[in-house]
């Protein structure tokens, strides 16, 4: 049984894909031979000018926005200013905006505060309700593409959500 479906496979796969693909590649054989030196001389000259025209890189367009150091190249007030300015975006600006009001806050009621990987102790300061919660608030999770595609609108409240000016406000007024 085996033997006989070896012969049908085999003359099959002979007549459907190996006749035509011999055939074509001896078609094109044929008219590059019949081609003048010079045509195939001009045609592999287009190419390689084609190669290295894509190779250039294209041109510099203008920017949309002024270019701005790096976060790491910046002062202080500059990254605030920056972090201020992203808080419109993402929860995680507002996030990350927490962070930094938490350590300036530290900083400004604890003046010999040395900065360090652990996360800052609040619990012995006399903060409003709303800003201990903002400064308390967890990192927003970065839920799937379709999962915020479903909840679109439908965000829950957060402490991130409180008006960063709000915070701003209390620090200059201690």
């Known amino acids: 049984m085996a033997l006989v479906l070896v012969f049908i496979v085999e003359d099959f796969v002979q007549t459907v894909i190996v006749s035509p693909v011999l055939y074509t590649i001896w078609l094109l054989t044929l008219i590059v031979q019949s081609l003048p030196e010079g045509v195939l001389w001009a045609g592999f000259i287009v190419v390689m000018l084609g190669v290295a025209y894509a190779s250039f890189p294209s041109p510099i367009r203008p920017r949309t926005s002024p270019w701005r150091p790096p976060m790491w190249n910046v002062g202080q007030v500059e990254k605030w200013t920056r972090l201020l300015e992203n ?32 996360r800052v102790d609040l619990s012995s300061l006399e903060l409003p309700a709303e800003i201990a919660a903002f400064f308390e608030a967890r990192q927003p999770s970065n839920p799937s593409f379709w999962k915020r595609i479903k909840r679109a609108g439908d965000e829950a409240q957060s402490a991130l959500d409180l008006d960063p000016e709000v915070v701003i406000q209390y620090l200059e007024q201690r």
Not at 98 to 112: D, G, I, S, V
């Open 87 to 118: 808080t419109q975006r993402t929860r995680f600006s507002r996030w990350r905006f927490a962070q930094e009001m938490e350590r300036l806050t530290y900083a400004l009621h604890a003046p010999f505060y040395k900065e360090g990987w652990k």
